[in-house]
């Protein structure tokens, strides 16, 4: 079911699209990117793109998956740890709504509160997180 973007999508959309055209943001295209493999895995020539990247944005299940290598690691791993295992040296943004028990940088207290609050919490798909990673902070 699709729904209809209201004002503010559709201004957002707006911006985004402007970003594409004026070449701030860029799409890139490539198979790698529809394959399983971890991050670490990451082809040089997709390697050698992100380096030149600002920042590089993950979004969704698979890709979070796919930067853990679909391991299950302590919730409370900071995500510096997982973020020095991607590929490229670019900064970088996950964003993911947790709908599988599959997850890092999250404090346990932080994680006890979701806890209390919600007993699904980490497969609900009511709950996210949003990490970043930069080599330079390390």
Known sequence: ???AAGPDGVRAAARWR???DA???LLDEDVYWAQPFAFWE???HVTAALEEAALVVLKGDANYRR???DRHWEL???FATVGRAFGARAPLLALRTLKAELGCGIPEDQSARA???DDQW???GKWGVIHFYHSDDD
């Open 122 to 124: 980490l497969v609900s």
């Open 115 to 117: 806890a209390a609050a």
């Open 18 to 20: 402007a970003h594409v």
């Open 23 to 25: 070449g701030r943001w």
């Open 67 to 69: 930067l853990l290598g």
């Open 42 to 44: 990451m082809p040089e």
């Open 76 to 78: 409370s791993e900071p």
């Open 1 to 3: 079911r699709q729904r």
